[in-house]
């Protein structure tokens, strides 16, 4: 079974439930619905076909709702192409004239930031400028970088962070509509502090949102400043490469990338990378070499998940994006992972990583009953070799456990742990997870937030 998990966003080439369909055939575990792009309308309808697809294949797919955040975006103008040398001029307006080179930036605050010399990166970095003269009614800078300047992409002062407010009346309304239509996570953008994930929370309990898991997205400097803080509060993490690139020189983000999933681990919080992990594959059917190598080096740190976004997004080959990551995952899996020391643990913590010892000792597969999902939760903490299967009672929980690394999860109709065991060995019979000489670990808690049973089973001859 393979456990890093795949995620891709989902896009321009990849709405139709066909292609959606295909995705789910190539590996794909998750979806990633971007709300910086597109109407409530179009992700309702996306919504709709998951869940339809989902219920027809008995599946169990996390939907993850990724807000906007305090971003500065470009706004209307049609592409316009770039080379090193050229000047262009940012307006602090709605539209802007490609005749004049002129890119629209309409946000107040920017313009108050800018400085002669400053560093602007637009979409991450795929273009560079340079701010040369400050003018009466615009900014004159020079490209570094070629390129095509698009609207409604991202645009930052490099090492600079504008004081925009974490969550927007945008983001609030989407919010709302992923709480109306169960989304199973809430992607927090450019998260600085445990207070911006704390807001959230927040707002999420005040729309009834209470069972929808916060995903807090380390892609500020502030954010990795704060990040053990940023962690704790949140239920799992992605490490958004991208963006940190304006706040880092890019020979850093190895190790900024590497120190994240070393944190959430320690702190047994779910993470995942993404950002341009096949970016070449937006354009051609088949990764370069040092993607791959990319990919390797997340996969031996032990993340749960891949993140693949404008490569199912807008590029030419999404299904075989995730055939080719599902491959390299494959290969990578055969060696061994980064080890990583567990900090801060309760008992029941311990509880689990014994049984995850437990059962490497032994040979064994682990399965799990859990009502909301808190002790698959821990088990996948401990990177067990073993297959863990996870059970619950609610579809919402097994969802969300689709984020975990190596965890699969069912749903059972069942509220008593002792009572559903024996239903849960038939099941996996059924399924041939488990066969005959298996030796199969049960564990589960007594009560709501424990992991307090283990149980030893060698399968017999039915």
């Given amino acids: 079974m393979r456990k890093t998990k795949i995620f891709v966003t989902l896009g321009p080439s990849t709405f139709s439930r066909s292609m959606i369909l295909r995705l789910i055939r190539a590996g794909v575990d998750g979806f990633r619905l971007n709300f910086s792009h597109g109407t409530h309308e179009e992700k309702e309808e996306i919504i709709k076909i998951i869940r339809d697809i989902e219920g027809r294949r008995k599946l169990f797919i996390p939907i993850v709702g990724d807000l906007q955040g305090p971003v500065v975006r470009v706004g209307e103008m049609e592409d316009l192409p770039v080379k090193r040398g050229d000047i262009v001029y940012l307006i602090n307006d709605v539209k802007g004239d490609i005749e004049k080179k002129e890119v629209p930036v309409p946000n107040e605050k920017l313009y108050s930031m800018i400085e002669d010399g400053d560093v602007i990166l637009i979409e991450s970095g795929r273009v560079v400028l340079q701010v ?14 070629d390129g095509v ?5 991202t645009l930052a002062i490099k090492g600079k962070d504008i004081p925009l407010p974490t969550l927007s009346d945008k983001d609030v309304e989407d919010v709302k509509f992923g709480v109306e239509k169960g989304l199973d996570y ?3 953008s450019f998260v600085r502090t445990a207070r911006d994930v704390k807001g959230l929370r927040e707002i999420l309990d005040s729309l009834g949102g209470e069972d929808v898991k916060i995903l807090s997205k380390i892609e500020t400097k502030r954010g990795v400043e704060n990040l053990k803080w940023i962690v704790k509060e949140s239920d799992a993490i992605l490490v958004a490469r991208g963006d940190l690139a304006i706040y880092y020189d890019l020979e850093r ?9 070393r944190v959430s681990r320690e702190l047994g919080k779910p993470v995942m990378i993404g950002t341009q992990l096949l970016d070449s594959m937006c354009e051609n059917p088949i990764p370069s070499r040092s993607e791959v190598v990319d990919v390797v080096a997340a996969i031996r740190e032990g993340v749960d998940g891949l993140l693949l976004t404008g490569e199912t997004a807008i590029g030419k080959y999404p299904v075989e994006s995730v055939l080719w990551l599902n491959r390299i995952i494959r290969e990578a899996e055969k060696g061994k992972i980064m080890e990583v020391e567990p900090k801060e643990e309760e008992l029941y913590d311990r509880f689990a990583h014994g049984i995850v010892q437990l059962s490497e000792s032994l040979g064994a597969k682990i399965v799990a009953y859990t009502r909301k999902g808190t002790t698959a939760y821990r088990l996948a903490r401990y990177r067990p070799n073993s297959e863990v299967y996870a059970f619950t009672p609610m579809l919402k929980a097994a969802r969300q456990l689709g984020i975990l690394r190596g965890v699969k999860a069912y749903t059972i ?4 742990p002792q009572s559903a065991f024996p239903k849960i060995i038939d099941f996996l019979r059924e399924k041939q997870e488990i066969t005959l000489g298996d030796i199969v670990i049960l564990t589960a808690g007594m009560t709501a937030g424990a992991t307090d049973i283990i149980r030893v089973e060698k399968i017999g001859v039915s």
């Avoid at 040369?132 to 970088?145: G, H, Q, S, Y």
């Fill in 186 to 188: 809430i992607g927090l």
């Fill in 253 to 261: 983000i190895p190790e900024i990338q590497r120190d994240i999933v």
């Fill in 132 to 145: 040369r003269n400050i003018l009466d009614v615009k900014v004159k800078a020079e490209v570094l970088v």
């Fill in 413 to 416: 109709d069942e509220t008593d």
């Fill in 149 to 153: 300047i698009k609207p409604e992409k």
